[in-house]
């Protein structure tokens, strides 16, 4: 499955932003999905996963209760609705296919382009 991000951009603190997630190949619709980001000058960090069929949701601490996973199987497209924003959500957004492993979940796929958030404090 290839991966395509958007709809980062610059955003007061307290703002909100919808990031998409645009996947192509047969197997979107069988596979878990995460959102996970990289900070300038830190390690790339989960965000946010979803099961396949969409019935489970699970977050980082950091951003549980103002970010929402959501995917439409229907459009091959998974999002991360963001809330609440904070400058420390500044990151590059990467979407992945993931499993969940002994550490947590990780990625199957490479990493493809990114999407920039900038908070603004």
């Known amino acids: 499955v290839q991966l395509q991000a958007s709809g980062g951009g610059l955003v007061q603190a307290g703002g909100s932003l919808r990031l998409s997630c645009a996947a192509s190949?047969?197997?979107?619709?069988?596979?878990?999905m995460g959102w996970f980001r990289q900070a300038p000058g830190k390690e790339r960090e989960f965000v946010a996963a979803i099961k396949w069929s969409g019935s489970s949701t699970y977050y980082a601490d950091s951003v549980k209760g103002r970010f929402t996973i959501s995917r439409d199987n229907a459009k091959s497209t998974v999002y991360l609705q963001m809330n609440s924003l904070k400058p420390e959500d500044t990151a590059v957004y990467y979407c992945?296919?993931?499993?969940?492993?002994?550490?947590?979940?990780?990625?199957?796929?490479?990493w493809g382009q990114g999407t920039l958030v900038t908070v603004s404090s």
């Open positions: 992945a296919a993931v499993i969940s492993g002994t550490t947590g979940w990780v990625p199957l796929t490479s």
């Open positions: 190949g047969r197997t979107f619709n069988s596979v878990h």
